[in-house]
């Protein structure tokens, strides 16, 4: 008697909330019971998942941007069933194998001004390795990072995260500074301390959807270059066409020193972080035949993870997915900009491709004030949760709260979506907020709970 899936999915089924709740995380299945999101889904293909009553979700959140390719992209299932019939020599260690070479060709190749690359597992291993290359090559101590800035949750990634809701408990870490995004002159005071040796930086920052001032990356860059302090630009989720261009720091007329890609170049299978690199900050981490192991990692160039990006980048060339973000997110931002003058807590829309944020302000009329203010004396970010809750209990459609304490709804969906996909987010959407207007009914109800919640946790 072997191991069989299907029949210990089948034996187990529905049983996952009750798991996590005993032996995992303890509060994941409590926040996801609280708001409404405890759905079981079975399946999934494309944009959407399908939930074990039969129903189909749109997903407007793509895996935390992981999904660029929709979910079970057949390409990239063909090449991990051919990989497992080709029964791989893996994991060698002592070996140059293929695959790795093949995709640090096919990355060095996208990535323009981008020499080398290296091979990890995921967006914030990515980072550490930016943040270990660019001391080591500088001699420089520091990494300077954004207000607001998300690079990843283990320690050196950790150190550059702007959010203090993540690093609190977890100190100290390692040394940086944070400084405004946008803000040349805090970033100048900082460099002229002369201990800094990289500033990262996301080209747009994921927490909140924030777009930098037009023209701020490339000065940020001439400050750098003057004093000797290299750029890591974050790719992890704005990265491989999410942005409209393959790189979103291609738009800005960047020329980075390191730039870390993870999410999408997994084609959603299996984890894969890369950090992209020039050849002289790769020369001098790997300075001699002494050093040829001293950074490494056991399963960062696995075959199977390898087989996935490659099968990734080359759907994303085939099917031209780039142009389609570019092509989908303009038609989502015009009609969502075109709602912002009829709903008086339609703030802003921002953003460039397939990501995009929807941020909400207080209200002005009177009929609409006293929700507005219980949701934020509540907990701020009550108010885009309840869009949130709204839009995934009508309407099947799968969202994100962009950040904590943030009312800002952010929009990563699947680079393959179309025409259809889109007028059906819109449409749901102006229901949703047509429904917040009104200031009672299922909306505010829903804000009522969440209000319960916020003042019991």
């Not at 108010?383 to 952010?410: N, P």
């Not at 699947?414 to 047509?434: K, N, Q, S, Y």
Request: charged letters at 20%.
């Amino acid at each position: 008697m072997g191991f069989d899936l299907a029949e210990l999915l089948a034996a187990r089924r529905g049983e996952g909330y009750g798991l996590h709740a005993r032996y995992g995380n303890p509060q994941l299945a409590r926040i996801l019971r609280t708001i409404g999101f405890d759905t079981v889904y079975e399946q999934a293909e494309g944009a959407f998942l399908v939930g074990a009553d039969g129903q189909r979700y749109l997903d407007f959140l793509s895996g935390f941007g992981v999904f660029g390719l929709g979910r079970n992209h057949p390409v990239v299932r063909q090449a991990l069933h051919q990989y497992l019939d080709a029964q791989v020599a893996d994991l060698v260690q002592f070996d140059c194998a293929l695959l790795a070479g093949l995709l640090a060709e096919r990355l060095v190749g996208k990535a323009p001004g981008m020499e080398r690359a290296y091979f990890a597992n995921s967006g914030t291993e990515a980072v550490e390795t930016a943040l270990k290359f660019a001391r080591c090559a500088t001699g420089k101590p520091r990494v300077l990072y954004a207000d607001h800035a998300f690079h990843g949750l283990t320690a050196g990634s950790l150190s550059v995260n702007g959010a203090q809701e993540f690093r609190a408990g977890f100190g100290p870490l390692l040394p940086g500074g944070s400084v405004a995004f946008g803000d040349l002159g805090a970033l100048a005071a900082e460099l002229r301390k002369g201990d800094v040796a990289a500033f990262i930086v996301e080209p747009i920052q994921g927490k909140g959807v924030f777009l930098p001032p037009d023209g701020y990356l490339r000065e940020a860059q001439e400050l750098l270059r003057k004093h000797k302090a290299l750029l890591i630009c974050d790719e992890v989720q704005t990265g491989l066409g999410r942005t409209g261009d393959f790189f979103a720091y291609q738009a800005e007329g960047l020329e980075p020193d390191l730039v870390t890609v993870a999410k999408t170049l997994s084609g959603g299978f299996v984890p894969v972080g890369a950090t992209l690199g020039k050849e002289w900050i790769f020369q001098k981490v790997y300075s001699s035949m002494d050093r040829v192991l001293v950074h490494d990692s056991t399963f960062g160039s696995m075959a199977m993870a390898m087989t996935a990006a490659l099968a990734t980048l080359s759907v994303l060339d085939d099917e031209d997915l780039t142009a389609n973000a570019a092509r989908t997110g303009d038609q989502l931002l015009t009609g969502l900009k075109e709602m912002a003058g009829q709903y008086e807590m339609l703030a802003d829309v921002r953003g460039r491709g397939l990501m995009i944020g929807i941020e909400f302000g207080k209200a002005s009329s009177l009929r609409l004030k006293a929700g507005w203010s219980m949701l934020q004396a509540a907990r701020k970010g009550l108010f885009s949760q309840m869009i949130v809750m709204a839009l995934y209990r009508r309407h099947r459609i799968l969202t994100q709260v962009s950040g904590d304490y943030l009312e800002v709804v952010k929009l990563l969906p699947p680079l393959t979506i179309g025409e259809r996909e889109v007028e059906e987010f819109l449409a749901a959407f102006a229901d949703v907020m047509e429904d917040a207007h009104k200031g009672t009914g299922m909306m505010w109800d829903f804000g009522k709970t969440l209000v319960k919640q916020a003042r019991s946790s």
